[in-house]
Every structure is written in structure tokens, then in C-alpha cells.
């Protein structure tokens, strides 16, 4: 009996339908206290420690004022809790001649990221749709080619680019920044949305056909409606990818448009005197934490996601 | 019925059929001609010239190649990039696939543990470097608390010994990268059908053999996207080295992607950027080329 | 100012809006530390006295991190109206590619060959008869600089010059101090070597090895002579755990180590801690043993621009960096020397002061920035860093991977 | 007057022949089965009639227009699938009226189309669910509306009724047929289940391996199939085969293990010619005990498996070597064991050639 009330209470918070795919479906446990449980759980607190620390470490570093951290170890918690680092790094932080800290860099990254993944996503969607279900001729050869094209490293790229944004005018603007993001994303996107669409029954696609719908009338009215666990998938992914990349950020743009992850490493690299560690992991968080918050909020709609096409073949 | 059942049409130009298909297609078909395969080409041909700091189309036959081959740091470079890439691979699929494993037992509190592997993923390599970086430093890091808590001698700084610097690499990367793996494997193990346990249970299968013989055959795609992610990432490993020790101690970790930006606009060498570049693009060729043709050149489906 | 006034009036009639007021002129450099920030604001602040608005465009990290970033903007199209590079050949190729503006009129006007001294710096900037760019200070290379406070705990006098520095080594350390303090980054490695050649085996040798890149010197026995005391200052140096340059210097400001080798731009951080030259630190140029100096420095390269507005504002901004009083108040925060002889230095420190008298006496070298590529130099610095942390690098393996880099070199 | 015509339509996969060269004309208001197993063509062969498949040669005609090279919306066809493929973000009522809303059909047509649509499958109450709160015969009910709302005058099935349950499937079997009885459609029906072909089907085209075996009334296939495959496919449980040597000339005859069987009353084609052959006669058409008595031929077997199915028995027996099946009444008193008098009508067997398989 005490099995069965056990495994009642386990289950209590997992709906088992509308759940399924993010339930759990591994081996069922048997008793709270078994020691099967204590080594289950024990190793995955450990292991959630080792994760943890690093933010640990930044948070409290980010609350202690300069004399400390040259005293303490950075384990320990601050004696005296001050946020003045946070100020500091999200307003006043020097690089050159601006003393604005992070601030400016913060709708940079907004304006930069937005139109980014709206675009990336837009196109990859389609390309995964016309690979997944009309595949005309020589398609999937230009889908090798894309996905080989995942493998090369962004450094190997930044040259042919620099001239291709110069010949079509659009260097130094929103719009080729836009366009840059969208080349690299587009790889593991489209792979992503053709497996997903090649997963999803190929009768309906024919369906809509015998009904008269065309390219455009299939994507909008039948396969988008049913490809919101993956654009969720690939909306957090874009968003991380963009809004932490540094590399585009500071080679196809302009001061007054640098995204967060430059001014970080204006911040981070400008030392003035010795390296405020506060300010630095202060501005470090603060850096992150829009894709931290995107994670934090949906990141079981991630897990569901993928799980819903992203991982099949 | 003006046309009689008798008259054929012709066949209509290939060109033609499916034709919003091709034209929705030519964001990809540019990208994937016009830079990926272009810019290839492109980088290719410069890697046979003189170009310091402009390109320019002054030939000098295999030189770039020799001077590539000869140079102490590029040797270290495919070093680390070998040893730090196989270790990679197999700790993210090992440490993915346990952890995925074990949020499957029907544990609770799964969302939060889910959450907490997965955040770091969220940061960036440079945010990531500063603050392995950070931890890992002798002087207040983990040294610093395990000597200051009485063990002297104890001695832990990756960072700063240049014979092990690429594992202090590894376990930032591994923090930052394992979530995800972990995730795109709970997936994969959340399409296990059910029924597989049960038949397992029933034939006194134990569980790990279970796991090792029927599941994780079962779950081919999600290895092989986890593959594409993991590999890819690999040899782009570029940031996290620059954001937690520029290459150092002595060069000790220096890897071919900081090789290629390094000698490109650094040293105002192009010519020596592409031919490293040319190498990198060459054993990505070797490797990548026959598996994603297998993978997605054939006519599947139907 | 003739050109100038014509531009003005070309823009005016153009458009009336758009008059000379406050035209925007991004300027990218890499001064971020302490000092140097502070010297930038001595630009911005006379640039903005003539009535435009100076858009900084620092980027932290150094000339590496920065490098790339000017040179893809400049050769994609998007160009920043003036940028920093040091003085010598990292912007001879956008130059010859017709990137960059000539200033061969406003040089003549300015008579910037007279005063301008010495005179190898115009000639930096001068391609095939014209000016492309403006030096605005000079830099040398040749520093060791001691904290006063860390020997005083090591129970040593200071010393005063580098066998001194090398025989004071073991005293500093069982004090508990780092004897030198060197950066791990690869330009510091490769300077500190660069600084042992004319200390150690004399001008001569120097330029013979990087002027004339003559290899058999390179493998001959007086730089063996210097691969010797680059393996002491390696010794010296082992424990030195930072990374930027300004780190090792603020070592030796809080008396952490002994010393450190390193430009005279180490003097501005020095000034921003409020330490005095002979009370709290020591300078010794050459390093104490051959008093001379490089003159390197850094210069501002104005690519080509199409909007008149700013292309006159490049004009003013060329000037004001070159005017006396700017050259003054620019150099005192940045602790270099300015390039102009006729301006009034009395305010000048110390250090600067002997920098000015080894100056005025000739005693000089040209920077390796003028006689290397950026491609000897980085792959200098790919041998030096290796050298300075693997000691089990030798210092005849260390020479014969350096002799073949200079026999390769142009 | 033709319907749909198909004239030497081939299809290939790079080397692999799909579809070779078939000819098919299809009578306005015909109901035409396309069986076979899997993997024989026939689905194949209904996508590229419906134009979701590009053919490699040949033409297709539908109401005498040359339809060939046209898109799916444009041949005048409704589609139904096996997997019902409803759009699943939609409503029933919004399945129906997609495509009406794609050809922009006005508003209030649509509305009575499907309200007429609807009465017509007695599906009104459904109209605003979502497929996934239906039934799976609710489901494909919605589906058959899907194809029916659109006025069309070729209906094309693929395999309709086989993700249901047994019972479920008789049920809309009939509804199918009744529905083609009233509208007089063309409908081009496939299936691998030769019950639904002999019961909807005007004319079956049995395939196989991408080519037509025959295309006849189910009549004509049960009963004269034109050859060995044919006639084992056709017919539950199977028909039973004989191998041995057939006898020509004047009094013919089969011969197999030390038996012989009189063929002189067999209805051949062509004068019957001596050689090896098989012999095939239908499990129901055998008689046993008594009533054997008055067949042509008899024999006695032992009975190997009793297999009662309700209705009827199936007896398995050995007759000289080779395995052999008949139906008895269901309320049979056989036994394993038991010795039992067989009897049959040569006439309504079939022969086949060994070499050539086909029918003599």
C-alpha cells in the first residue's frame, strides 16, 4: 500500500495529458527514501550546485564594495551589501569619454535583437517549410551546402562579408547587422523548422493542396498555426544567440549603436587602475539577464518544443 | 469541351513548377551560394596570395601553407582544438545524457533542476569566460578558499599551468553548454514510447541496460543533432578562450579560430588568416561533407 | 585655413542649415585606462571649442581588440571620421588603397615639417611625398620603472640600473614582492625584449636586427646576450599573474613588485594614483644602462568622407591636434612627449623631463611600429609570450625561432 | 462518357520504375477500386490522378480535359485520406469551408454549401469542434465532407477506412456506398482490403508492382481471375492451389499425386494444352459430407484444424500432400481427426499455366 500512495503523491502536479511530452516517462520510483532516491537526488543537487556557483559568485561579488573583495575569498556573502556596483555599471562606467555604463547599449541590443529574430526567423521558417514539403529541384544540395555552412567558424566569415555588406551599401546599418544574423542563424533554424515540418503528416500538406491552397495559403493558414512549440524554440534561441553575440556587434556597427555585449567589454576591458570586480560582474548580470529572464519564464516551453520536432530526423 | 480527350499537353518548363517554392527558397539559395559557398571559394583563392591587410590577387603559390605548417602556434592550436574537442564531445553527450536521464525518474521539483542546468546556456562565452575566469584565479578563487580553509598546499589553477589550461577551458564550456544537450536529450527521451519500459520491466531488463541497448539506439536523431550542435561549436570555440585567459599562459591555449582572427587583423596578414582558414574549412569539408549529404542529399520521404 | 574657409563656404551654399556649427565627427581610438582617458579628454575638450561635437568611439582592449574593428569600418564603407593607429606602417595599405584623406596642403600651411620633431615622425606619415596623417605625441618604449616602496620593504637601495635590478631579484622575493611585473599580454612580452636589445647589445644591434632585419646578427652572440637577461627577467616575472599592462603597472604602485618594464604611458597611471616621480617610483630610461629612447607614438589617419560638413570638421580637428597648446595639455595627462619643439614644457615631471633631454640629445631609435609589419611583430609576439611563460623553452631554441622570424620578415 | 482517362502513365524514382505505362478509363459515375498490397502503386497512382505527384510520361484526362500538367485545385477532385489529415487549428466548419474560402467562394454560399454538406453526413452538431475532440469515424466522416463540400466531380479516396476499428469500418462502408448511389459521382477508391473492394467497387483494377493485373467487375475477379496472383489475392480466406501436370486433348484432365481431376466441363479460354499447372478452386465453393456426393469430383480427408468463425467453419485438411481449406455450416460437428467426404465443381475452378501463371 505504501507503494501506491507514494507513487499518488509523485504524481500530484504532473498532469498526465496535457503533459505527456514534458511528463515524465522514464522508469517509475518506488519509495521516497529508497536509496535509489537519496543517490538520485543527491547527485543531482550536487551537479545543480556546480551550476549554480558561478551565479552565485556573480551575484555576490556584484553586492560587495571593492575593500572587501580584496580581503575575502569570493565565496563568501557581503558583509555589507551595497549597489552601487549595479549603478555604477548600468549608468556611470567610463569607456573613453562616455560615462553612461551599460545604459545606452541596453536599447541598442533591443533594436538590434527585434527586428533580428523577426527576420531570421521569418525566412528560416519558410526555408524549412519549401525543403520540408514542396523540395523542387537542387533544394536539398543548397540545405547541404547550409548545413556545412554551420560548421564554419564566424572569424573565417567576417572578410567576405565586410565586402558583400560594402557592395550592396548596407555596412554600418540596422539593416546589414539584421542581415548578418540572419546568414549565421539560418542553418540550425532551418534545420529545425524542416525537421519540424517534415514531421508533420504529409497528407494534410496534400490536403490543402486538393483544396486549392497555394505555397503561401499552406504556410500562413495550415503549418504556422501548428508550429508554435518550434517558432517558440527558435524565438529563444535567436534571442540568446543575438543578443549575446559580440563579435557582429562591434565589427558592423557604430559606437553609437553598439549593443550591450560591446559596452560589457568596454566596461570589463577598461581598466582604469585596478579591475573593479563589482562593477564588472554587476554589468556582467545585468548584460545577461534579458536572455536569463527568457529562459527563466519559458524555458519549459523550450523542453517542449523541442520535443515536439526539433530532435526528429 | 473545346480540347478533345486526344490533344497532349507538352510537359511545362521545370523552371517553372513549384515556383513560389523557388522564389520563397532564394534567401537560402543566396546565403548558401553567395557566402557559405562563395565566401569559401573567395577564401580559398586568397589563401595562394601575398594579402597583408587588402586583399589582393598577387599569387605566391603554397608559402602561406609552409609558414602555417612550421609555426609553433598553429601546431598548439590543432593540439587543443583535438584534445579539447574530443573531450567536449564526449563529457556533453556522457553529461547530457546522465543528467537527462536522471530528470526522467519521475523526480519532483524537475522544472527547477531543468532550469538551473539550463540558465547558463543562456549567457554568453564572454560572460561566461570572466567568470570562470574569475573562479578559477588562484588568488581568490577556488585555491585561494580550499588553501585559506588549511589545506596549504593545495594547488588548482588551470588558467595559470600551461599543461592543463585547455580543461580549465573545458569545465566553463561544459557549464555553459551541457543544458542544453541535457534538454535536446530529456526530448528525446520523452518521445520513448512508453510501452519500451514496459516490455523492458516485464523481461527483468535492468535499467541501465535498457537505456544503453534499446533507448539511446532508438534515439539516432536526437544524437545527430545534438552532434551538429556540439561540432559545430567546437571549432568555433573562439570567445570563451579570448574572454578567459587571450590564448595564455604563453599560448598554451591558443586555438586555430584565434589563429584565423588573430593573423587576419592583427597581424594584417590575410593571406596567412585564409590559409589557416582553408585548413580549418578543409577538415570541416572531410568531416562534415559525406555525413550531411547521407543526412539530408538524398531523396528521402515518400 | 584657406582650404578650409572653402569648404565652409561649398557647405553653406549647399545647404544653409548645415553651417559650420556643430558638425559630429566620430573618433575611434583605444584609450581606455585612467591616463589616457583623461588625455582624450584634452582633444575633445579643444575640438569642441571650435564649435563642433566629438563623438568618441573608444574600444577597450587594446589595440588588438580595436585594430580590426577601424580597419573593417574603413574598408567596408562605413568609415568613423579620424582613428588612432600607432605611429608607423598598421595603416600604410588603406593609404595606398586611396582610403585615407591627404593633407599635404594643411601640412604645408601649418609648417608642420618645421616644427614637428623629430622629424622621422612626419616621415612616418608621409607617403610618396604626401601627408596622411598626424602624430600627436611621442612614445618610447625604453622604462624600467621601480616602485621606491617595495625595495625599502625588500631592505635594498634602489636600483639604478638593470644588473642592479637583476642582483636585487632574490631580496625582493623572499619579501614577499613579484621582482618584475609583466602583463600577460603577447605586445607586453615582446616590448620588454625589444627594451633588453639597446640596453643590453646597443643601437646598433637594434637596428641592425630590425631596420636592416639582418638575421645573422639575430643569431649571433650579442642578442644571445639579451636572450640571457630576457631569461632573468623571465625568472623575475614568474609569478606575475595579471593580464593588461596598467595591471602590472598598479602592481608596482602598491609596491607589489619591483619593477616593470614598459612605456612611458605608464607614467599617466603612476600621475593618476597621485605618486611622484623620485619619491614614490623610479624611472630609468634604457633601462639605467644606455640612455635612449624610441620614438614611437601614436597618429590619427582621417579616411575619406563625402559629407563636406565633416570632411572640413577632419580639417579643424587635424589642427587643433597639432596646436601648441593642445599638443601641452594632451601629453602632460597622457605622459608622453609632444611632437611639436616649440611648446613650453616646464610643467613636465621628472621622468618626462629626462625623456626630453635624451630628446634633445639625439640619443634616439625608431619604433619597432615603424621598421616591423604588424605581422613580424605579431609573429614576435607569438615567440616572446611563449617564451616568457614556458620556461622550459630555452633561450638558443627561443633565438633560433626569432632569427628565422627576422630573416622572414620585410 | 469517360470520366477520367488515363493514357500509358509512367512514373519513376531515378531508376526505379513506380508506375508502369497504365491505361485506365473511368465511366462517369463509375466507383473504381484500386487494390493491392502495400507497395504496389496504387496510392501512387491516385496522387498523381489528384496532381500531388509530378508523372515521368503519359496523360491524364478528367471530364475530357487534359488536366496532365495542372495543379491539384484545378482537376475538379475531392481527396480523402487515410490519416483524415484535417487541419487541426481549425474547426469542422472551418475544414470545410477552407477551400471554398481559398477558390473565394462569397460568404453566404460557403455557409449553405457546408450547411447541405453537413445534413448530408449527419455531422451538423460537430460543426464547431475541433478534430481533436472528435471520434476517429466522427473524423473522417468530416474528412469525406471535406472533399464532398466542393461540388467536384471526381471523388478520390486513399484508403479511407483503415485507421478504424473493424466495426466502424463496415458502418461507414455502407454510408460510402449509399453516398455514391445518391450523388453518382466518379469515385477512384483505394485499398488493400479486397472485402470494401467487392463491395463498392463497379470495377476493380487489381495492381501489383506498379502494373494493372486486371480491371474488371468484382464479379469477373472473384470468379475468373486472370491469373495465379489475382486469384490468391481475391477472396478470404484464400483460394486453395494444387500443383500438378494438366492433361490436354479431348478428354482433359488434372493430374496430382495419383488423383485426377476431370476438366472437360472447365470453361478455358483455349483449347487446354498439356503441361505442368495449378490447379485452384475457392474454399467455398467445396462441399463436404452428403452433398459432396452429387459433385464431379470427390475425395476423402482427414481434418487437420477446425477454425469456427461464427457464420461458417473454416475445416483445414491434407488432400495427398497438399494443404487444403473449405467452408462448412457454422454449426458443424467436425473434429480433428475426423475422415471426411469432399466434393466440388470443376467448372467453377480456376487453372492456371505454371510457367506463365495466367489463367487457361
Known sequence: MADVQTLNTVAVGIDPVADRLSGPQGARPKRVLSRRNIFLYGTLIFVAAYYLVPLYVMIVTSLKGMPEIRLGNIFSPPVEITFEPWVKAWATACTGLNCDGLSRGFWNSVRITVPSVIFSIAVASVNGYALANWRFKGANTFFTILIVGAFIPYQVMIYPIVILLREIGLYGTLWGLVIVHSIFGMPILTLLFRNYFTSVPEELFKAARVDGAGFWAIYFKIMLPMALPIFVVAIILQITGIWNDFLFGVIYTKPDTYPMTVQLNNIVNSVQGVKEYNVNMAATILTGLVPLLVYFVSGKLFVRGIAAGAVKG | ?????????????????????????????????????????????????????????????????????????????????????????????????????????????????????????????????????????????????????????????????????????????????????????????????????????????????????????????????????????????????????????????????????DYMFLAQNLGQGFAASTMMLLSVAIIVVPWAYLEFGGRKRG | MKSFKLFLASASALAFSSMAGATDLEVTHWWTSGGEAAAVAEFAKAFEATGNKWIDGAIAGGGSTARPVMVSRITGGSPMGATQFNTGRQAEELVEAGLMRDFTDLAEKEHWKDVIRPASLLEGCTVDGKVYCVPVNIHSWQWLWLSNKAFEDAGVPVPTNWDEFVAAGPALEKAGKIPLAIGGQSWQTTGTFNVLIPAIAGKDVFLKVYQDHDAEVAAGPEIAKVFKAADDARRMSAKSNVQDWNQATNLVITGQAGGQIMGDWAQGEFQVAGQVAGEDYTCLPGLGVNELISTGGDSFYFPKLDDPDKTAAQEVLASTMLSPATQVSFNLKKGSVPVRGDVDVSAANDCMKKGLEILAKGDIIPDTNQLNTEDTNNQLNDLFVEFFKTPALTPEEAQKRYAAIIASAD | MTSVSIRDLSLKFGALEVLKSLSIDIEDGEFLVLLGPSGCGKSTLLNCIAGLLDISGGQIFIKGRNVTWEEPKDRGIGMVFQSYALYPQMTVKGNLSFGLKTARVPRDEIARKVARTAEVLQIEPLLDRKPSQLSGGQRQRVAIGRALVRDVDVFLFDEPL??????????????????????????????????????????????????????????????????????????????????????????PAFRFAGQSIDLSTYPASAPIKSGPGIFGIRPEHIVSGDAASVEPYQATVEIDVVEPMGADTLVWAMLDGSEFRFRVDGQTGMRVGDHVRIGFDPARASVFDTATELRL
Open chain 4, 162 to 251: 483503415s485507421n478504424l476499428d473493424a466495426k466502424l469500418r463496415a458502418e461507414l462502408r455502407v454510408e460510402i456506398k449509399r453516398l455514391h448511389q445518391k450523388l453518382r459521382n466518379t469515385m477512384i477508391y483505394v485499398t488493400h482490403d479486397q472485402i470494401e473492394a467487392l463491395t463498392l467497387a463497379d470495377r476493380i483494377a487489381v495492381m501489383r508492382s506498379g502494373a494493372i493485373q486486371q480491371l474488371d467487375t468484382p464479379h469477373e475477379i472473384y470468379n475468373r481471375p486472370v491469373n495465379l496472383y489475382v486469384a490468391g489475392f481475391m477472396g478470404s480466406p484464400g483460394m486453395n492451389f494444387i500443383s500438378g501436370e494438366i492433361d490436354g486433348g479431348d478428354s
Open chain 2, 1 to 261: 469541351m473545346s480540347s478533345s480527350s486526344g490533344t497532349a499537353t507538352r510537359r511545362p518548363s521545370q523552371m517553372f513548377r513549384n515556383l513560389n517554392a523557388k522564389i520563397a527558397s532564394i534567401p537560402m539559395i543566396l546565403t548558401a551560394l553567395c557566402v557559405f559557398l562563395g565566401g569559401t571559394v573567395w577564401t580559398i583563392v586568397y589563401s595562394f596570395t601575398n594579402s597583408k591587410l587588402l586583399p589582393r590577387l598577387k599569387f605566391v603559390g603554397l608559402d602561406q601553407y609552409e609558414r602555417l605548417w612550421s609555426a609553433p602556434r598553429w601546431l598548439t592550436s590543432i593540439e587543443n582544438l583535438f584534445v579539447y574537442g574530443i573531450l567536449s564531445l564526449i563529457f556533453s553527450l556522457v553529461i547530457g545524457f546522465l543528467l537527462a536521464a536522471m530528470l526522467d525518474q519521475k523526480i519532483r521539483f524537475e522544472g527547477v533542476f531543468r532550469t538551473i542546468f539550463l540558465y547558463p546556456f543562456a549567457l554568453s562565452f564572454v560572460v561566461t569566460g570572466l567568470t570562470w575566469q574569475w573562479i578559477l584565479n588562484p588568488d581568490f578563487g577556488v585555491q585561494h578558499l580550499v588553501r585559506s580553509a588549511g589545506w596549504e598546499s593545495f594547488t588548482f589553477n588551470p588558467l595559470y599551468d600551461q599543461q592543463i589550461v585547455i580543461y580549465g577551458i573545458l569545465i566553463a564550456a561544459l557549464w555553459q553548454g551541457t543544458g542544453l544537450i541535457m534538454c535536446l536529450m530529456l526530448a528525446g527521451l520523452r518521445g520513448i514510447d512508453e510501452d519500451i519500459w514496459k516490455a523492458a520491466r516485464v523481461d527483468g531488463i535492468p535499467m541501465w541496460k535498457t537505456y544503453l541497448f534499446i533507448v539511446i539506439p532508438m534515439m539516432r536523431p536526437v544524437f545527430i543533432t545534438t552532434l551538429v550542435i556540439i561540432a559545430s561549436g567546437i571549432v568555433r570555440l573562439y570567445d570563451l578562450v579570448v574572454a578567459q585567459t587571450s590564448g595564455g599562459p604563453g599560448g598554451a591555449s591558443e586555438v586555430p579560430a584565434k589563429y584565423v582572427y
